[in-house]
């Protein structure tokens, strides 16, 4: 299982983040390429990001690229800069059908056989954006297996559908539709972002929403969020006591040649103790609630 | 690759650099590095400046390096912009990047 609380966008036009931003604890960086880059930049901006991909302070980290919309002149040349680094993840925006999914694999596939990378190693997530892109959620999480995860992007979509941010009642829909299509396909869901840096409180309210509602994290813009956001998803003290006994049981219920784990003479069910090793692997990364 | 036009890639913040490239004005290759870092890395970053425009083929430019604490990886990917843009090249050769 990899743990992906938080997922830190850092703009690829910018030199000094890229060379300094490992130091932050987040789970994975995404190196934006997109909207945080001026059409003037993108030029520069995907090599600074090549070679920012191949820097070793980056090795053991999860690395994802917000490359440009392939339908754009710099979608493509994104592309092969950022599969021929080494990129872990390709995060493709606007992705309003299964076909775009489609697209970008043959893409994908294409430049892993003439640059000699395994094929099938560049995973991919798709970002949606759009009324269109939230109704075929389902199909594109199911759309290719490189497919890691889907991610709500809130801004686009709110002008989609004719609204504007508010107290998240607006993303209600959208939410629970991304979030439902990631877990029927077995992909991972991510979170839209939250704009403003200084409104801890209206940033903890979200993060609470969005871990009950299932989420398995959220971009951030700022790495002052990183350490809230992790504390945010960190299991309470008895949640790890009971991971703790419930793993303790089916180990000891393995060892035994035991076909049924047991608890204080309950049954306990392989989704249970699944959530009791997540919850265990919380608690290693990020400790204990505060 | 030949050098035809001016160009200008980077910027003069911290932990960046602005690299200007322009055609040569005598045959050859004419580099200047101001740093702010000169005396512990000028010779670093001259090394890195050099075989990154060797991997490119460039022998005859005048090129300015105005350093501003840069690690080599945002030196190699200024100065590959600032060639790319000056330059009469149509695609990418990948290899010539690595």
């Known amino acids: ?290 | 690759m030949n050098i035809v036009r001016d160009s200008i890639a980077g910027t003069l913040e911290s932990n960046d650099l602005l690299v200007k490239v322009s055609p040569a004005q005598d045959e050859g290759l004419e580099l200047h590095v101001n740093s702010e870092v000169i005396h512990q890395f000028g010779a670093q970053i001259e090394a890195v400046v050099r075989e990154t425009l060797s991997r490119l083929g460039v022998t005859n430019a005048l090129v300015l390096i105005e350093d501003k604490g840069a690690l080599d990886c945002s030196i190699r990917a200024r100065v590959q912009a600032a060639v790319l843009r000056a330059s009469d090249a149509t695609g990418i050769d990948w290899e010539a990047l690595s």
Do not use: W
């Open chain 1, 1 to 290: 299982m990899t743990l992906r609380r938080s997922m830190l966008f850092l703009p690829g036009s910018n030199a000094a983040m890229l060379s300094t931003a490992f130091v932050f604890e987040a789970d994975s960086f995404m190196f934006d390429l997109e909207d945080a880059v001026s059409l003037r930049e993108k030029d520069t901006a995907r090599l600074l990001v090549y070679h920012a991909l191949k820097m070793p302070a980056y090795a053991k980290r999860e690395k994802v690229v917000r490359i440009n919309p392939l339908s754009t002149p710099f979608g493509r040349l994104d592309l092969e800069a950022v599969v021929r680094a080494g990129v872990d993840v390709v995060r493709l925006p606007k992705t309003d059908t299964a076909e775009d999914v489609a697209d970008l694999e043959t893409e994908v596939e294409r430049i892993e056989r003439a640059c000699g990378r395994e094929v099938g190693s560049t995973r991919l997530m798709a970002a949606i954006e759009s009324a269109s892109g939230v109704v075929n959620a389902l199909a594109i999480a199911k759309a290719s297996p490189r497919i890691m995860g889907i991610a709500l992007a809130g801004f686009d979509y709110v002008m989609d559908m004719q609204t504007q941010r508010g107290d998240g009642t607006e993303l209600f829909y959208a939410r629970c539709a991304v979030l439902h299509a990631a877990r029927a396909a077995r992909v991972d869901a991510f979170d839209v972002v939250f704009g403003d840096v200084n409104d801890e409180a209206g940033f903890l309210k979200e993060v609470d929403l969005i871990k009950r509602l299932g989420f398995t994290g959220k971009s951030l813009i700022n790495p002052r969020q990183i350490e809230l956001l992790h504390n945010a998803f960190a299991p309470a003290q008895e949640e790890v006591d009971y991971a703790r006994r419930v793993v303790a049981a089916a180990a000891q219920a393995e060892e035994k040649g035991l076909g049924v784990v047991s608890l204080n003479g309950k049954m306990v069910d392989a989704p249970v103790i699944a959530m009791a090793e997540r919850v265990l692997q919380r608690a290693a990364a990020s400790g204990v609630r505060q």
